[in-house]
């Protein structure tokens, strides 16, 4: 089979598409033939190696130390059964299914067990839309799930036109939120499509200069200071540091400790269950994917260079394969 290799640590270059063996799945696995897959933020971040400084000896003995041990990239991803373990209960040959689960979904063929988190497609999607909702939605559930966002509340997510802020901003709208986006001049009606109240263009306006208070700010891109926090945080307020460096984890320990400001840190994992709560949400239309750019599996070099602009907005969608006919790929 076809899968994108990453070589060494480094540029979008380091990812090359060669010929490798085909898996074939144990007793209680799957074999999913990709569809569809994207290149997100986290598989940029471990492609370049982009850890925070505190994390790097850590990260490199876990990573790999000269150069990556797992070297298929990818994480979501969208396709169909071909062949199932003699244990295997939830699915059939031939179901349509997305998921995620970090590595190796930049190929062909993935393994992922049947207990993972892996379900049958929404059927109002295509592939590449049910490939680009587990990252970003799955994300930002996580952190507003430990905000313990209530109707009413008012949000502000910062960095919102990415893959994780865009389902920040329709999670929240979903959950009874009155949210505030902010991001570039470009992506203002984006933002209004996905159901914000209010935008603010960070080209223009300082959103911690607006005298609004927020009850929830999500941030996706490391750029609210605790000070710029304190001043928009209503009573009771969180900050979700979506993106959050080392520094900003030693902040939200300290302040933990000293009664400071609520900070929210931490790394959302992919359950199951979040996974069918983001199927559920997109069946009924509560939320939707945003795709920035589809390209094939020969070209995902280029993905790889898109999510390191910072300029993506929503997912890189990589088509792997064409659906089976009867199945629209897009
Ligand atoms: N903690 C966790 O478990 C977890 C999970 C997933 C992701 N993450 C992290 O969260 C971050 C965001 O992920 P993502 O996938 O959403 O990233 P992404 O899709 O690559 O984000 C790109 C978006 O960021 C916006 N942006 C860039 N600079 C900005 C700025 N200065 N102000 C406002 N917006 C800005 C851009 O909008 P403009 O072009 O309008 O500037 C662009 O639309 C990543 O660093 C990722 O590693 C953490």
């Not at 990239?73 to 939830?90: N, W």
């Not at 750029?223 to 209503?234: E, L, N, P, T, W």
Request: proline residues 5%.
């Amino acid at each position: 089979m076809q899968a994108a290799v990453q070589t060494a640590y480094g540029a979008p270059d380091v990812v090359v598409v060669r010929d490798i063996p085909k898996p074939v799945p144990g007793e209680d696995e799957v074999l999913v033939r990709i569809v569809a897959t994207t290149v997100t933020s986290g598989d940029a971040r471990l492609r370049a190696f982009r850890v925070p400084a505190a994390f790097w000896l850590p990260a490199r003995l876990f990573l790999g130390i000269r150069k990556p041990k797992r070297a298929i990239l990818g994480s979501e991803f969208s396709g169909e059964i071909e062949a199932i373990g003699r244990d295997v209960r939830r699915f059939r040959i031939g179901d349509r299914v997305f998921g995620m689960q970090v590595y190796g979904a930049h190929a062909q063929y993935k393994i992922v067990p049947e207990t993972a988190a892996l379900t049958t497609m929404p059927d109002n999607l295509d592939f590449n839309e049910a490939a680009a909702l587990p990252f970003g939605a799955m994300t930002a559930l996580y952190f507003l799930q430990r905000a313990k966002i209530q109707p009413g509340a008012r949000v502000l997510v910062y960095g919102a036109s990415g893959a994780v802020g865009c389902f920040g901003v329709q999670l929240a709208r979903h959950f009874g939120a009155h949210v505030t986006a902010v991001t570039s001049t470009g992506n203002l009606g984006l933002m209004r499509e996905l159901g914000a109240d209010a935008v603010i263009d960070y080209k223009t306006t300082d959103f911690a200069r607006t005298g609004a208070r927020y009850d929830v700010v999500m941030d996706t891109v490391n750029r609210v200071s605790v000070g710029q926090f304190r001043k928009i945080a209503a009573l009771g307020a969180c900050l979700l540091a979506v993106d959050a460096g080392g520094g900003m984890f030693l902040r939200a320990g300290l302040a933990r400790l000293l009664r400071g400001p609520r900070i929210i840190v931490g790394m959302a994992t992919e359950t199951l269950a979040d996974l069918e709560t983001i199927r559920s949400l997109a069946q009924s239309g509560a939320i939707r994917a945003t795709i920035d750019s589809t390209l094939p599996l020969a070209r995902i070099a280029e993905a790889h260079a898109l999510v390191d602009s910072g300029r993506k907005r929503g997912a890189a969608v990589i088509t792997v394969a064409e659906a089976r006919p009867g199945v629209p790929a897009s």
